[in-house]
């Protein structure tokens, strides 16, 4: 375990900033932004198939590189394939607890199985996106004469030209986003071939499902009875989508959509599908994870003289981690228990508990 | 705050935030949580859903999930359908870390 954690670190650059081991030309960047995932599988990184299981097949129809700025472009040159800094991390994990014995067999998750987790997302490249666009959004609010309550709540109408710019730069963040993740995994593979000196078959490393949670889409609910085509804002929160969506991969579409929602980095993570009760209610959605309760500033002041990484260690979870700070800020008491916000979708009836996983080994940013 | 108008409990697991808690809510807002989640529920995030609720073409409920925290505009942990015809798009509720 030491020796996989080691290597992962090795390979997968993280923290604030860090570059990676792509060096992308404008024209490179460009089939990326329109491609996502894709993209990545056309340069080798992965396989054909991992492309089933990512959410809109890790590419979004209708992103615009002509609408990024010279910085986005300049900070998505060497993110690409990095995993960052903050809450992003890499875990391997293992199978706890199965909840839905059905589900679980579908998607290939058994008791004491290995599984690797990736939470990163556009770095930079989406950074710079949303700050260029609250700009737009800004003028676009006095332009239209909206009414806020709040500055921050900067928009635009939907059928606007600004709004329309905003949706292909998101549209082209969230397939940078799908194409950092589809390097990691493949990137995570190899590294976990190199240590256990297993062949890819041996190995078995399928990806389950690949979902965005800071997102926005239009998607088709009923509301009130009726079929309605709506433009879908997601921070934070995990699309959850029901059995028989057509959306769902055919492998799992009578038990679901997966839901993926990482934990902190001592406790555990979840894998929950998507509800009825969530297509009626919450637009398909669900939580995405634990949520801080302590400020990162608050964090680093209670880890002081506390070497969190030691007391993990204890606890039988190995770390490690790019920035001197980012232990401190991501310990578990920096988090609600996620247990208990994983209880509350459940209880809900807007997802459903398929399996908990425990970390083993983490890298963080 | 419109002063009276206060969040009430629906269920276990969900809270309404009720049309008037902010001025031109055009819907209720629903937050996830029980009653232990509900301490860590903060002021600012609770108005942020009500916030949301005021923007043109917000349909059904201004919603917010078990995790939910304050962020830019937007909680964290929220989520808003609006009209293709009548609503907006926002930055703020997709937030910096797009995807």
Known sequence: ?365 | MSGQVTIERLDETRLKVPIGYVQGMAVEGIIYVDSVLQNYLEPDAIKQVANVATLPGITGRSLAMPDVHTGYGFCIGGVAAFDIEQGIISPGGVGYDIN
């Open chain 1, 1 to 365: 375990m030491r020796d996989l954690v080691e290597v992962l670190f090795k390979e997968i650059p993280s923290g604030v900033g860090s570059k990676g081991r792509l060096r992308l030309s404008r024209t490179d960047q460009e089939r990326l932004l329109l491609r996502g995932a894709r993209w990545a599988v056309e340069q080798g990184y992965g396989e054909p198939e991992d492309l089933l299981y990512i959410e809109s097949g890790g590419a979004i129809e209708g992103a615009d590189p002509s609408l990024i700025s010279e910085k986005a472009y300049e900070r998505g040159r060497a993110q690409q394939g990095t995993l960052g800094s903050g809450n992003h991390f890499l875990e391997i994990q293992y199978v706890e607890e199965i909840y839905d014995e059905r589900a679980a067999q579908v998607f290939g998750l058994f008791p004491e199985q290995v599984t690797l987790m990736i939470h990163t997302g556009s770095r930079g490249f989406g950074h710079q996106v949303c700050t260029d666009y609250l700009q737009v959004m800004e003028s676009a609010v006095k332009k239209y004469g909206i009414n806020l309550p709040d500055k921050e709540l900067a928009c635009a109408p939907f059928n606007s030209q600004e709004a329309q710019d905003y949706f292909a730069a998101m549209k082209a963040a969230a397939n940078y986003a799908w194409a950092n993740r589809q390097c990691i995994m493949h990137w995570c593979r190899v590294a976990f071939m190199k240590v256990l000196g297993a062949s890819k078959t041996e190995l078995g490393m399928h990806l389950i499902y690949d979902v965005a949670h800071n997102i926005a889409k239009v998607e088709q609910h009923t509301v009130d009875g009726k079929k309605r085509r709506l433009i879908v804002h997601r921070k934070g929160a995990t699309r959850a989508f029901s059995a028989g969506h057509p959306e769902i991969p055919d492998r799992y579409r009578d038990i679901g959509q997966p839901v993926l929602i990482p934990g902190d980095m001592g406790r555990a993570s979840y894998v929950l599908i998507g509800t009825e009760q969530a297509m009626k209610e919450s637009f398909g959605s669900t939580c995405h994870g634990a949520g801080r309760v302590l400020s990162r500033h608050q964090a680093i002041k209670r880890a002081k003289g506390r070497a969190i990484w030691r007391e993990m260690e204890d606890a039988g979870i190995l770390v490690r981690s790019a920035g001197r700070k980012t232990l401190a800020e991501e310990m578990s008491e920096a988090y609600k228990d996620i247990s208990s916000v994983v209880d509350v979708v459940e209880r809900a009836g807007i997802s459903k508990k398929v399996a908990k996983l425990r970390p083993l080994g983490v890298v963080k940013g």
